[in-house]
């Protein structure tokens, strides 16, 4: 197995622009695997909270014997009364696994996971295939695969769309990095937590595409509730505006489905006090690590930097654990529609 390791620019960027022509890039999960018994694989799964519980109860409930850990006890409760037997340890956890998946919250919990004295990696066989569903940086997602490959264990960096209802459903999308053969045998088991695959190039490619992904979602639902407070302020009903807005060309994710003005969307956060949905912090995180990313390669984000800075801003008024369609409270200031 090959890990082109060189600059983020080639590892990355570059080899996911190649492979962004390629039609079978982006293929749905039931395209016909390779041979071996996808139900054969042993899984291990590291961190069941708010999406790795119902990844990992999705895998049981498609016939995968999987063990699992979490430092959360209530978290391993949970899964273990839907089929996913629960470890002491995330050692003990990947013993006798052949296909190890992390779902935790940042780079620093992935990198201590794997790496290191004790790190998971000095605990797998060869031939062991490691999923890291977590969003985290590009280059931790290269560190890890990097120290992976040299014990001839494949890593693919598969971080995923779809948010917490995508994960109960099992209709994910997985935005991959790593590699092509090593991605054809995980398919079959991303399969059974998600609907759809994009391999966006080599190791640390899926990173950067998903970085893209929530950096665009987080400037363009913050400029939508900016439009909303500006239409509310002469006013203008915020659902005619959005009804307007949804069919021409300001349409977004953010006016049609999760739309930041209570009452709008009944379905939407906002319509419940903003709780559930994508954490504000957990967008603050995205935006943090894409400025990162950007700086990494000399690339200019001044939308994304203001962004960051805006959610934090969100985060610091109180709303860090609101879904972060809360924004438009801070853009529209005083006069908020909660305000
Ligand atoms: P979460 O905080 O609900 O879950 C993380 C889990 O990891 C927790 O249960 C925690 O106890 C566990 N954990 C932490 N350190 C551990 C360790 N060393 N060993 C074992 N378990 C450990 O977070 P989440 O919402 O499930 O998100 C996980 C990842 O998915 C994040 O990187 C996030 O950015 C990404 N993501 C989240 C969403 C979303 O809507 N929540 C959507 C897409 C992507």
Redesign the pocket.
Known sequence: MSNTMNSPRNSATSSATSSATNSATNSPMNSPMNDTNPVEERIAF????????PMAMNLAKAGYAVTA????AA?LERASQAGVMAAPS?AAAVEGATVVIS????SR?VE??YLGEGGLLSHLAAGTLVID????APASAQRVSLAAETRGIAMLDA??????AGAAAGTLTFIVGGEAQALERARPVLGAMGKNVFHMGGAGAGQVAKLCNNMALGVIMAVTGEALALGVSHGLDPQALSAMMAVSTGRSWATEVCNPWPGVKPEAPASRGYAG???ND?ML??LGLAVEAALQVGAAVPLGELARNLYALNSRAGRGRLDFSSVQQLVAGDGGPLG
Do not use: N, Y
């Open positions: 590291i961190g069941l909270g708010h999406m790795g519980g850990f979490d430092v959360s978290a995330a779902m935790l919250p940042a919990h201590a996971l569903c977590s969003t985290i971080p995923v769309s779809g948010g917490t949905g994508f954490g957990l995180k995205d």
